[in-house]
């Protein structure tokens, strides 16, 4: 199991640890980015097709391979006939204007990014989560607290020997802030 942060939510990622890898990964979804939903909220689904909010079942389109989801259109402009979108009571008025139709996507089980091996929320979860969390403290004060990012040097073995001396130091730091308890 491998904890990272938010930057690291990307489909081909988890694809890779889930199917090569066979690793789960605890990843909280990116929030910048919650989708670009600018109608109303998401359509209800009867056995797996999206309904469109006029109330018929919506085209398939096609399977997005690179995103794991398929593709699902208007039913009326599906049909290619122009006047048949315009008879539709929601078009332009809470549903989309554009003459494509509206488009929305469904995720499959096999997107790994959304239906994660361990399940999201679970004490499990919460467990590696916090976990995440204390790493980056960790990181966060090699970089910032014990200057690693003002460091100018050249060559790689110098710069690995520039984060085990910031890692001793963090070490030392922990030991010192516990001494005192033990000499009592």
């Not at 599906?78 to 315009?86: E, I, N, W």
């Not at 204007?97 to 499990?124: D, F, M, Q």
């Not at 970089?143 to 690995?160: E, N």
Request: overall charge positive; proline content about 8%; glycine content about 6%.
């Amino acid at each position: 199991t491998a904890s990272l942060d938010a930057a690291h939510d990307v489909l081909g990622l988890f694809r890779l640890a889930t199917q090569r890898w066979h690793m789960a990964l605890v990843i909280p979804l990116n929030e910048r980015n919650k989708g670009h939903l600018r109608y109303a909220g998401p359509l209800r689904l009867d056995h797996g097709v999206p309904i469109c909010p006029a109330g018929r079942p919506m085209k398939r389109w096609g399977f997005c391979p690179d995103r794991l989801r398929i593709k699902w259109r208007c039913p009326l402009a599906a049909t290619k006939k122009t006047p048949a979108l315009t008879t539709c009571p929601h078009f332009a008025n809470g549903c989309s204007p554009s003459p494509y139709g509206r488009v929305i996507y469904t995720y499959p089980k096999e997107n790994y990014r959304l239906h994660t091996l361990i399940p999201r929320g679970s004490a499990h979860w919460k467990c590696h989560e916090n976990a995440r969390s204390c790493a980056e403290r960790s990181v966060k004060r090699k970089k910032y607290d014990f200057l690693l990012l003002q460091t100018r040097t050249a060559g790689r073995d110098r710069w690995f020997f520039r984060v085990i001396l910031a890692a001793m130091c963090q070490h030392i730091d922990a030991w010192l802030i516990h001494a005192p308890k033990r000499l009592n």
